[in-house]
């Protein structure tokens, strides 16, 4: 399966800032996926990333919110905006395995996220 | 709503027992039924899946059972040992993956 890196492991942010999540893939892969998982809770897709388009996000995430890119096929970063404390989290990004369907999904370490 | 319900929320096993963590679901149209283990501090590892068109799928020690008239869906961990302590997610599958609430698993020594 790919390597999958996420920068930065961990960070802690005042309310009312922005933070942004890299995600780095060892390999091209066709579809990438943001997943937030609250303190102790079980994972819940923010959006697919797109490769040369918008995302596409799930219902009770919006883009103003949540802004990703995906420049190219082993890269894409996940944008928290305006944070408030609810947004501490751990943020997963996860890739399908290349050549598949999006349902065998492999993901990053995350990044820890405390919001004061 | 959760659409993949998960059980036990957390459950004690010895070393060398067997843990079972089960799943159910509604939605005919998952395909799909992988199982993950997340350690404290780390991203969750894809384990074994299974598809409908199986009943038993058997990787080592990790054994997943699938029934697909009852919609139900089991991981066995034969053999348990320390090291298999960690919090395990079961998943399913239409156009994206959705997660049960999670079984944390203690082997005792």
């Known amino acids: 399966s790919a390597v999958i890196s996420q920068k930065p492991s961990r960070d802690i942010c005042q309310r009312g800032t922005s933070l942004t999540i890299q995600c780095q893939v060892d390999?091209?892969?066709?579809?990438m996926f943001w997943y937030r998982q609250q303190p102790g809770q079980s994972l819940t897709l923010i959006a697919t990333?797109?490769?040369?388009?918008?995302?596409?996000?799930e219902s009770g995430f919006v883009i103003d919110k949540f802004p990703i890119s995906r420049p190219n096929l082993t890269f894409s970063t996940l944008t928290v905006s305006n944070m408030s404390p609810e947004d501490s989290s751990i943020y997963l990004c996860?890739?399908?395995?290349?050549?598949?369907?999006?349902?065998?999904?492999?993901f990053g370490p995350g990044t820890r996220l405390t919001v004061l | 709503q959760q659409q993949v319900k998960q059980s036990p929320q957390s459950l004690i096993v010895q070393k060398g027992g067997i843990s079972i963590i089960n799943c159910a679901y509604e939605?005919?149209?998952?395909?799909?039924f992988p199982w993950y283990q997340q350690f404290p501090g780390k991203g969750p590892a894809l384990l074994i899946a299974?598809?409908?068109?199986?009943s038993e799928k058997k990787e080592g020690r990790f054994t997943i059972s699938f029934n697909k008239s009852a919609k139900q869906f089991s991981l066995h961990i034969m053999d348990s040992q320390p090291g298999d302590s960690a919090t395990y997610f079961c998943?399913?599958?239409?156009?994206?993956?959705?997660f049960g609430a999670g079984t944390t698993v203690t082997v005792r020594a």
């Open positions: 996860s890739v399908a395995g290349s050549g598949r369907a999006a349902d065998e999904q492999f």
């Open positions: 390999s091209q892969v066709t579809m």
């Open positions: 990333a797109n490769q040369g388009s918008e995302a596409t996000y």
């Open positions: 939605n005919t149209a998952f395909d799909y």
């Open positions: 299974i598809r409908p068109d199986v």
């Open positions: 998943a399913a599958f239409d156009y994206k993956l959705s």
